[in-house]
């Protein structure tokens, strides 16, 4: 993407997605809830039915906990413009952040740390702003390729280096 580009994209998420990351926790986590209930009510003396119930709240913990990082950094309209990112739609709230290319201070998980899925995030920490986004975002790549190539030289350098680093590792692997 080069420089001088006039940017003006929106991003967003099909409905099923959409509908997958604001609510796609209550069925696991009313299916698990079906397991700890009748612990509750009959507790047994078998050290492996604590067990089992113990990574059965852990698991149900630890969904709910990336669904509400999710409701917290994923909006589902992006709006990349030529100085900033206009993010908006985030789960029950109206909120509309505003991230300029200059301010970001991170680019990180996702591709971005080398993987290959995973929660993506513009960050700047320095306006407690951070802003997600998945694989799964149509057209994810420009907006990747828009993130990397308008993002500070420090920032651009780290991940194309973490990239390239990357490139390698797969090309061993062959």
Sequence with gaps: MATGQK??????????????YRYGNIPV??????????FIA???????HYLFFFIVVVLLLGINAF???VWRVVPFKIHALDDRIVASEFFLTSKEVVLFYKDIENLKGGTFSGKFNGIMIAESTSQDI??????????SRLFEAILISRAPQP??????ALLKQ????????K
């Design 7 to 20: 940017i003006d994209h929106v991003f967003t998420y099909n409905r099923f997605l959409k509908f997958a």
């Design 67 to 69: 669904f509400y990082k």
């Design 29 to 38: 986590s009313m299916l698990l809830g079906m397991y700890i209930v009748p």
């Design 42 to 48: 009959d507790p047994s003396p078998r050290l492996v």
């Design 130 to 139: 951070q802003i997600g986004f998945f694989a799964r975002l149509e057209n």
């Design 166 to 173: 990357r490139k390698e590792e797969l090309k061993k692997k």
């Design 155 to 160: 920032v651009y350098e780290k991940v194309t």
